[in-house]
């Protein structure tokens, strides 16, 4: 984590910023028409799931039909959240593609072992062989939406992903065990989308905008190809996992490793993203129209997000964290944010608790699953006194429903303030104290405010200043950062 300042990614500059206003008219018709199509296909599933799989033959063409029209919508929900301006649209259909992803991944595993149980001696090896294909691919899914919603994990995601990969490439303990080939010459094989869901689990898709799932998703099965998983450890190697039911993890050191796990890294797609970056530049400043400069655009971001976290030297924590523990009163959202500024009771309050400090960040734990990553909240001790503002950088929720929170200090003196461009007044949070000459950091409500370029007038420190426009600003859930400098 940082010090206050600027958040670190996404960082947008004013053009970018300026686009990102005209999309909000994105097809908010196709977002609820989505959402119902993956209710009425979660329906469908839990009615499959009352069943009894006594025709496996039967069950197994209904199952596969489904898989085939779910993985369709989720295809056009990754097309939708690239059009998505406000994060706070793009949460349902996160969760909605996470959930359907983990049921339909209880219902493959279903049927693959009424398969392997022989019932009524039936023993297809073409049917378990296909069920398992489905099975990996569907799991790869559920890792991508798990990470990129903030959890819950599944409990057994990592372990049938396992057995699966195990099974279809040979137990290495066994005569006829085979190695991962180098090269994968297609993605419908079980080992293309296990290492698939490997490659996602490290690429921090916690961190990723909803808008680049559909670019990152598509470099990151470019990949597969490149990247490295070999049975034993090799220099370079960033993770492991035993396929035996681990869950993956980082390589920190050789000692920790156990017996029978595999080793990971991004091998050559490193070099391959930072080829494809110089010639993404290079499109964003030649566009033929403006729907191919925001697509080089969101390209060029997912190229800088995998690139940042997929280096030899990935982002490590600047400070170390000391282990401090406490309860802190916690408002979430711009909104409520301003009404506890005017003094207004009455509001919604959690509590959540310290777990560690840092130099410009702490940890907490929330009790509920409602806190997601970008997200602007308001805390304080419960026994102290003074509001600060910080920034959610991570957000993992637990199979009990807590809420494992990575928190950005942007401010620790927010002030509530009156700004004017002109056109409209607005009442923004200042994270700086207003000196001549010096920046300043405003938070307001997405798309309070006009164009970014426009100078802005606050009343402070006794009269009306004039704020410079400066080359930065963030979008976060429902607020906008803007920095100017106070002349």
């Known amino acids: 984590m940082r010090g206050v300042g ?26 609820s028409e989505l959402l119902r199509e993956l209710r009425a296909l979660q329906r469908e599933l839990a009615k499959l799931s009352r069943q009894d799989a006594t025709d496996l033959g039967s069950h197994h063409r209904v199952i596969a039909s489904l898989e085939e029209v779910i993985n369709g919508c989720i295809a056009r929900v990754r097309e939708t959240l690239a059009t998505l301006e406000d994060r706070r ?6 969760h909605a593609a996470r959930d359907i992803s983990g049921a339909l991944l209880d219902q ?13 001696g039936v ?22 939406w798990e990470r990129c919603s903030g959890g819950p994990p599944h409990p057994h995601l990592w372990q049938w992903l396992g057995m699966a990969f195990m099974h279809a490439e040979g137990d290495r303990s066994s005569s006829t065990a085979r190695p991962v080939p180098v090269v994968m010459p297609s993605e419908e094989s079980v080992a293309f989308h296990y290492i698939r869901a490997l490659a996602a689990c490290t690429a921090s898709l916690d961190l990723l905008a909803p808008q680049l799932l ?23 190697a960033t993770h492991f996992v035993d396929p035996h039911g681990g869950v ?50 969101l390209h060029l971001r997912a190229l800088e997000h995998l690139l940042r976290h997929w280096s030899v030297a990935p ?58 990553v970008d997200q602007l909240v308001g805390i304080h001790p419960v026994d102290g006194q003074g509001w600060q503002l910080v920034l959610v950088r991570r957000a993992w929720a637990q199979e009990e429903g807590a809420t494992h929170l990575g928190l950005e200090v942007l401010s620790h003196k927010p002030v509530l303030a009156h700004v004017d461009d002109g056109r409209r007044p607005a009442e923004v949070l200042l994270c700086d104290p207003l000196l001549r000459g010096e920046a300043v950091r405003i938070i307001v409500p997405l798309r309070a405010l006009g164009a970014p370029t426009v ?4 009343t402070g420190n006794g009269s009306v200043q004039k704020l410079k426009p400066l080359d930065a600003s963030y979008t976060g859930d429902g607020f906008e950062l803007r920095v100017y400098q106070v002349l």
């Open 89 to 94: 649209d793009c949460r349902p259909l996160l």
């Open 214 to 236: 559909v670019a990152v998703d598509r470099l990151l099965r470019l990949s597969v190809p490149v990247v490295r998983f070999e049975p034993e450890v090799f220099e370079g």
């Open 6 to 31: 600027v958040p670190q990614e996404p960082i947008i500059a004013r053009s970018q910023a300026g686009r990102a206003t005209a999309r909000a008219g994105a097809d908010y018709a196709k977002l």
């Open 315 to 372: 982002p490590v924590r600047r400070h170390r964290r000391h282990v401090m523990t406490g309860t802190l009163a916690a408002v979430a959202g711009i909104d409520e944010l301003r009404r506890v500024f005017r003094g207004e009771q009455g509001g919604r309050r959690d509590e959540w608790q310290l777990r560690d400090l840092s130099r410009g960040g702490l940890g907490a734990v929330a009790a509920n699953g409602a806190v997601c």
């Open 455 to 458: 100078p802005l007038f606050v």
């Open 123 to 144: 023993l297809e090896r073409n049917a378990i062989a296909d069920l398992r294909l489905r099975l990996v691919r569907v799991g790869a899914e559920r890792v991508i």
């Open 108 to 120: 493959l595993e279903r049927c693959l072992n009424a398969y392997g149980a022989g019932r009524d």
């Open 248 to 297: 993956p993890r980082r390589l920190v050191g050789i000692s920790e490793t156990a017996a029978g796990a595999w080793f990971f890294s991004p091998g050559l797609a490193s070099e391959m993203f930072r080829e494809a970056k110089g010639r993404a530049i290079a499109d964003t400043q030649s566009p033929v129209s403006p729907a191919d400069a925001e697509a080089s655009t």
